[in-house]
T-cell receptor, first 115, second 112 residues
Framework: GAVVSQHPSRVICKSGTSVKIECRSLDFQATTMFWYRQFPKKSLMLMATSNEGSKATYEQGVEKDKFLINHASLTLSTLTVTSAHPEDSSFYIC???????????FGQGTRLTVV | QQQVKQSPQSLIVQKGGISIINCAYENTAFDYFPWYQQFPGKGPALLIAIRPDVSEKKEGRFTISFNKSAKQFSLHIMDSQPGDSATYFCAATGSGTYKYIFGTGTRLKVLA
């Protein structure tokens, strides 16, 4: 199957700093990628849809200035958590699909801990 | 209409038993129904998927049963093994979209 690579897998940062998470589609071009947040023992919560060459679409309640998304190429989307606070600590996952209406592939996830 | 309801929330099965997880959807525009398996600290991985033109799909020990009229689909894990212990998510998508709607997840524990 297709591969989506997410980096880093774990990151610890201090409150007030920013953290960038990368999501790469290794063997397909992704015009659309998705960013999820997952709380312990919970389902995936869609945060935003990343669109190549245009602005991301954020779900209701997600602060676009806090979670900056850039999708500058067909194989790379980035999520930057700005001015991170302890409540931003979570598991962040990206996904992409080669075609619409078909299987999506997920990155390995990033465990963010803000201290 | 966009919800996918998943049950049970958790499931404990003896080794060798059958694990059954159910999902129900409302939006008739959905036409692709995957199941994902997630281990702690990892991203979800596609397990098996089905489209509404078939009522059942089997891959190894994993089977999806699909009931289009009832708008329900289920995952059956035959001969469940301790290594199957994970969280399982059903999902749905359709209408030419990339967007998935996920179920709430089922934590499966298979006892050795």
């Amino acid at each position: 199957g297709a591969v989506v690579s997410q980096h880093p897998s774990r990151v610890i940062c201090k409150s007030g700093t920013s953290v960038k998470i990368e999501c790469r589609s290794l063997d397909f071009q992704a015009t659309t990628m998705f960013w999820y947040r997952q709380f312990p023992k919970k389902s995936l919560m869609l945060m935003a849809t990343s669109n190549e060459g245009s602005k991301a679409t954020y779900e209701q309640g997600v602060e676009k200035d806090k979670f900056l998304i850039n999708h500058a190429s067909l194989t790379l989307s980035t999520l930057t958590v700005t001015s991170a606070h302890p409540e931003d600590s979570s598991f962040y996952i990206c996904s992409g699909a080669p075609r619409a209406n078909t299987e999506a592939f997920f990155g390995q996830g990033t465990r963010l801990t803000v201290v | 209409q966009q919800q996918v309801k998943q049950s049970p929330q958790s499931l404990i099965v003896q080794k060798g038993g059958i694990s059954i997880i159910n999902c129900a959807y409302e939006n008739t525009a959905f036409d692709y129904f995957p199941w994902y398996q997630q281990f702690p600290g990892k991203g979800p991985a596609l397990l098996i998927a089905i489209r509404p033109d078939v009522s059942e799909k089997k891959e190894g020990r994993f089977t999806i049963s699909f009931n289009k009229s009832a708008k329900q689909f289920s995952l059956h894990i035959m001969d469940s093994q301790p290594g199957d212990s994970a969280t399982y998510f059903c999902a749905a998508t359709g209408s030419g979209t990339y967007k998935y709607i996920f179920g709430t997840g089922t934590r499966l524990k298979v006892l050795a």
